[in-house]
């Protein structure tokens, strides 16, 4: 069983930046891959950014060049920075793990881009 849990999220203008961190607990970290997934009010849950234990990532058109996502594998933390803010990223921002056929998700952080 592993559990996530976010922090991070807040109120920032548009062009400002924020970072996420989402703490896990268990084992084996190192072996899932790690996501940060979004959903707005009304919308469906949307990918934003994976990394595999391996470091590869993969970033939502939307986000690419603004967005970075990153992993500590010795704190079991993944973070998501997230740079040049715009309205239409506000959203309650969840972390995933996943790893064969198991999948667990955080209780999800909001982030407000608003002036």
């Known amino acids: 069983q592993v559990q996530l849990v976010e922090s991070g999220g807040g109120l920032v203008q548009p062009g400002g930046s924020l970072r996420l961190s989402c703490a896990a607990s268990?084992?084996?970290?190192?072996?899932?891959?790690m996501g940060w997934y979004r959903q707005a009010p009304g919308k469906l849950r949307d990918l934003v950014a994976t990394?595999?234990?391996?470091?590869?990532?993969n970033y939502a058109d939307s986000v690419k060049g603004r967005f970075t996502i990153s992993r500590d594998n010795a704190k079991n933390t993944v973070f998501l920075q997230m740079n040049s803010l715009k309205p239409e990223d506000t959203a309650v921002y969840y972390c995933?793990?996943?790893?064969?056929?198991?999948?667990?998700w955080g209780q999800g952080t909001q982030v407000t881009v608003s002036s």
């Open positions: 995933n793990g996943r790893l064969r056929f198991d999948s667990y």
């Open positions: 268990g084992s084996f970290f190192s072996s899932y891959t």
């Open positions: 990394i595999t234990g391996g470091g590869n990532t």
